[in-house]
């Protein structure tokens, strides 16, 4: 231990030599180490206590030597409590008080974490079962909050950034669009949605320098859940969950009621305070009820009246006079609508509220890939360093996809050669609700959200044959440790993704070498491939015989912790983007209106 912690620029000293003892407490061990200043960070364990709990470890050690990179004149120390009558009961940090520094009197700054600032995006979240009125509701506010008054949105052209089909008065059939349409969004029938799959639509909100995002869904059925929740995990925030309703629906049917459990499983359960029910339909109800806080009525008829004037249809003066008061209410709802979001919501940050078993599942999966290429491709660099006198290394190249795409498991592979080792390209397919490119059906394919290029370059990996085995080890106890939660929360032993993605990459190297030649370097990978899967599957059998659930906190710290590693980061980063790209096509800016400009700030409530 002290031979690799030297290694590692750590210090060391014995607790014993120090004069630590039974009997002390927290403040005389500090005092008993501040002899070592400058030092301000001490990782303090003894040999049982690291062979015991090997993660916790590794992960406060990583930690002190990430500090000691970013203060290098702080060199971090060991304390090395095995010898002493002082009982540590777990590895931990134990870290000097800073001396206090006089401050510079500054000004006090209000706490905005209630509000967004003037130059945030209002992030809102639509949620509703098919067929009640997502995309309709959606045009009809944006339309409330960028006309003054339904006369003025008369004079204009109404905004219509969904395709718009409805029949009036059950008799003629209305179809109406601005924006251009594609066949699978234009609703064929009163009966289908337009909505596939997560689009957004962003506009300034007049008077503001605040943007506004509707992020508009699939309906909640169980099968959409998944494909929400990875859409959402790529946002920085969230402002409002809105749920729509129509004002004649059942208070909280079956659906509703899971959908809202699913989402307090994803964000966590302080997401509660920031969801609001929205109903529409309400003109025949008088706008009932209009006094609780988190509930807003709305009428989507004189939106609707609207586009019925551009296709030249009349109206009595009887008629008109309903739409107006119709217009008059959503577009004070809407408003307050906004104004409540703003001042009485707590913006809900993904790095510091998002935080649940549900969320962490999704992180978990997002990062299956990345670890078992990182593993094999380290394994083809060992063999390289090996078995070849040359220093080259097979380099990992992410190329973030901007189309929904997949892999393949049904299609076969072409087999590559760099220098003297082989390995199968896996094809991207683009998917939409089928494969564009081949026929195989869609349970065959894997999502996948970066193409991986491969490239031999001619000089030596940054990291030391040493650095690379440790680094190989630990992504191994990270895989188990990952796959142990998902185990525990899922309640499903009978898949193991980290165990089947071994599995598959083992085949594949004992299919290069039965058919390619030379062949020796990949005989090479596929025997320390099983020795991977062997130490795998030991450290599984480990934690799964503890029988000690893994703490929330402690997965989130190794998804940090992982996503950081050398080639596993530029593989997250291509995540990261792609799923940024992707958002970005499935987002439609609404253009600046040449209207009167309502200001937002000067509203009373």
């Not at 596939?196 to 859940?225: A, D, V, W």
């Not at 706008?287 to 609207?306: H, M, Q, S, V």
């Not at 564009?436 to 000089?459: A, F, G, T, W």
Request: one cysteine or more; proline letters at 4%; a negative charge.
């Amino acid at each position: 231990i002290i031979y690799e912690l030297q290694q590692l620029e750590f210090n060391y000293c014995n607790a014993l030599d120090s004069g630590i003892q039974k009997g002390d407490d927290l403040i005389k061990i500090q005092q008993k180490l501040t002899r070592y200043e400058p030092t301000r960070h001490f990782l303090c364990s003894n040999d049982d206590l690291k062979s015991m709990d090997l993660l916790s470890w590794n992960y406060l050690r990583d930690q002190l030597i990430g500090e000691h990179e970013n203060h290098v004149k702080l060199r971090p120390m060991y304390v090395d409590f095995s010898y002493c009558t002082y009982k540590l009961n777990e590895t931990q940090i134990i870290s000097l008080p800073m001396k206090p520094v006089p401050r510079p009197r500054t000004l006090s700054i209000p706490n905005s974490s209630r509000s967004t600032s003037a130059t945030d995006t209002i992030n809102i979240l639509l949620l509703g079962e098919s067929g009640v009125g997502k995309s309709t509701f959606i045009n009809a506010l944006v339309n409330y909050l960028i006309f003054e008054c339904l006369n003025q949105a008369l004079l204009n052209s109404p905004i219509v950034l969904i395709p718009v089909c409805f029949r009036l008065h059950e008799e003629q059939l209305v179809r109406f669009h601005l924006i251009e349409e594609t066949d699978h969004e234009y609703p064929n029938s009163l009966y289908q949605t337009a909505t596939q799959y997560c689009k957004s639509y962003l506009f300034h909100l007049n008077g503001t320098q605040t943007k506004l995002r509707i992020i508009n869904t699939p309906s909640f059925e169980q099968e959409n859940m998944k494909y929400i929740f990875n859409y959402l995990n790529h946002l920085t925030h969230l402002n409002a969950i809105c749920f729509l309703l129509k004002s004649n629906m059942p208070p909280l049917n079956g659906s509703l009621q899971s959908c809202l459990k699913q989402m307090c499983k994803f964000f966590g359960e302080k997401v509660r305070n920031n969801i609001l029910f929205l109903f529409t339909h309400t003109r025949s109800t008088s706008y009932t009820p209009d006094d609780t806080e988190n509930l807003f009525c709305f009428d989507n008829e004189a939106f609707l009246y609207l586009v019925a004037t551009q296709n030249s249809i009349e109206f009595n003066n009887e008629q008109k006079h309903n739409y107006e008061m119709s217009w008059h209410h959503s577009k004070k709802e809407s408003t307050q609508l906004i104004e409540y979001i703003r001042k009485n919501l707590k913006v809900y940050r993904r790095d510091e509220d998002w935080r649940s078993i549900r969320h962490a599942q999704v992180e978990i999966n997002s990062m299956i890939r990345p670890i078992l290429e990182t593993m094999k491709n380290i394994i083809r660099t060992l063999a390289l360093w090996n078995m070849e006198s040359t220093k080259v290394c097979i380099q990992l190249n992410p190329i973030a996809l901007r189309h929904p795409s997949a892999i393949c498991l049904s299609c076969s592979k072409n087999t590559h050669r760099f220098g003297n080792i082989w390995i199968k390209i896996e094809d991207v397919h683009e998917i939409d609700n089928e494969c564009n490119v081949c026929q195989c059906p869609m349970d065959k394919h894997v999502r996948i959200d970066y193409e991986l290029q491969h490239s031999l370059v001619q000089q030596p990996s940054t990291l030391h044959v040493s650095e690379m085995m440790h680094l190989l080890k630990q992504l191994c106890v990270v895989s188990a440790l990952f796959a142990h939660y998902l185990f525990d929360v899922t309640e499903n032993r009978q898949y193991d993704p980290f165990h089947d993605g071994l599995q598959k990459m083992i085949n594949e190297e004992a299919e290069i070498f039965n058919a390619q030649d030379p062949h020796y370097l990949n005989e090479f990978v596929f025997s320390e491939l099983k020795k991977m899967n062997n130490n795998y599957e030991n450290q599984l059998k480990n934690l799964t015989s503890n029988s000690k659930t893994t703490s929330l906190t402690t997965i989130y710290q190794w998804i940090l912790t992982a996503s950081k590693y050398p080639i596993m980061a530029e593989q997250v980063a291509a995540i990261r983007e792609s799923r940024q790209l992707q958002i970005k096509q499935h987002e439609y800016e609404v253009p600046s209106y040449p209207t009167n400009k309502l200001n937002y700030t000067d509203i009373s409530m």
